[in-house]
């Protein structure tokens, strides 16, 4: 399939090999799980000419609105599961954020991403890697309202993905007024987010 002069392959259609659902982890505008035994998972992927550069942000930009095009088209569609966030999108829910950001509004951080309480009592995302190579931790006590702290968190995803990560430490404002550090783990694959 063919998508802004970018190539995608479409597997798991008969009469090729089927293809195995995924683990999810997160559901996003999905009262139910459909039965995986009634459910014939299709997976969209990049071609062989850009599997390369496939975590790209204009490769998965397009992945993206290929899929959401797909969705408008296809009826019998019922959801998207996007793998590096464990995640399972309905379909009206993915169409209209996807759309949104393909049309220059904000990343759809739920559902191209997730995020997860840790046991020592941080949120954090899942599925950024992907995008940006890192992942953001709220960490303690700025994560004691774990809702808060997902709002926080989708809102840093949005700027996150538009500038590629960090290097280094960077202080911003919150949606509060407070004033936040944000620095790198040691393995600089996670950004801890805190209060200066």
């Not at 599961?81 to 990343?107: C, D, K, L, M, Q």
Request: proline residues 9%.
């Amino acid at each position: 399939m063919l998508r802004e002069g970018l190539v995608f392959d479409l597997v798991g259609i008969a009469p090729g090999a089927k293809v195995d659902l995924p683990v999810i982890n997160h559901q996003f505008d999905m009262a139910e799980m459909p039965d995986p035994p009634e459910c014939d998972p299709i997976q969209l992927m990049p071609g062989p000419h850009v599997s390369a550069g496939g975590n790209s942000v204009p490769v998965a930009k397009a992945l993206v609105g290929l899929a959401s095009d797909l969705l408008c088209h296809f009826d019998d569609l019922v959801a998207v599961v996007w793998p590096p966030s464990n995640s399972v999108i309905g379909r009206r829910f993915f169409e209209s954020t996807t759309s949104a950001w393909i049309s220059g509004g904000p990343f759809p951080a739920l559902g191209l991403t997730a995020f997860r309480e840790t046991l020592d009592g941080a949120v954090q995302s899942v599925g950024l890697e992907y995008w940006i190579g890192q992942e953001i931790r709220i960490e303690p006590p700025l994560s004691a309202d774990p809702l808060a702290a997902t709002r926080l968190g989708v809102r840093l995803v949005n700027q996150l993905v538009i500038l590629g990560g960090i290097e280094g430490s960077e202080r911003i404002v919150g949606p509060d007024g407070s004033r936040l550090l944000l620095t790198l783990s040691r393995n600089q694959k996670f950004i801890r987010v805190s209060r200066e």
